[in-house]
């Protein structure tokens, strides 16, 4: 059993398994383990300074993946798809590309909203996209992580056209308005990042200037 806390970027797996094997049963109720598995997630964060407990909460977008086990039926991803959108902010100057030298800065920032560090009493406090744990990004970068797809030449294959840059700045802020339960952090939705942070990242991404598309 693989139980997934959307949102956290925390996976708990095995757990059912697990209890499984211990007890050689294999008739425990479904319920009894997604309740093990959640308590043994709650009891892994312990409150004290700089843990941000109320993360482990989630939203309707996450409870609905959690049930289809991350593949809702298409009524229910299109629902999901559709509020998430309407809840996409945009840059008050509503320039949607910004500068893409501070975009590469967000792009390989690792620090991004960690437990023990994210004190939500400091909205100052700067924080990156954490992207390269996840997607390749120039080509000279040997230190990334592939859960998600190669960024290299995002922007060389796809061009800067209007549709390109609103799909770009808006699947960074918010990956459900376009894939109801994608694993992908809600950059923007969860203030992780700001409007212009995305927006500088999106330029990061498509500019012919950029090293992403040399």
């Given at each position: 059993m693989k139980r997934v806390l959307v949102g956290t970027g925390v996976i708990l797996s095995s757990v059912g398994l697990m209890v499984g094997c211990a007890t050689g049963s294999t008739t425990t109720a479904q319920t009894d383990l997604d309740a093990l598995a959640e308590?043994?997630?709650?009891?892994?964060?312990?409150?004290?300074p700089g843990q941000y407990l109320s993360r482990l909460q989630q939203d309707e977008a996450q409870k609905l993946c959690t049930q289809y086990r991350g593949q809702p039926p298409k009524p229910v991803a299109e629902s999901i798809e559709?509020?998430?959108?309407?809840?996409?902010?945009?840059?008050?100057?509503?320039?949607?590309?910004?500068?893409?030298k501070e975009g590469a800065k967000v792009f390989n920032n690792g620090f991004a909203y960690r437990i023990g560090h994210f004190i939500p009493s400091n909205p100052k406090a700067v924080r990156g996209g954490n992207c390269y744990a996840c997607h390749q990004g120039e080509a000279k970068e040997v230190a990334y992580g592939n859960l998600g797809p190669s960024l290299l030449h995002y922007g060389k294959v796809r061009g800067t056209g209007d549709a390109v840059v609103r799909y770009t700045y808006e699947k960074i802020y918010n990956a459900k308005a376009y894939n109801a339960c994608s694993q992908m952090p809600r950059l923007g939705h969860h203030g992780i990042l700001s409007p212009k942070q995305i927006a500088?990242?999106?330029?990061y991404l498509l500019s012919p200037e950029s090293p992403i598309n040399q």
């Open positions: 308590r043994t997630l709650r009891e892994s964060f312990l409150p004290g559709a509020k998430e959108k309407s809840h996409i902010a945009y840059p008050a100057d509503g320039k949607l590309m910004g500068d893409w500088d990242l999106t330029a």
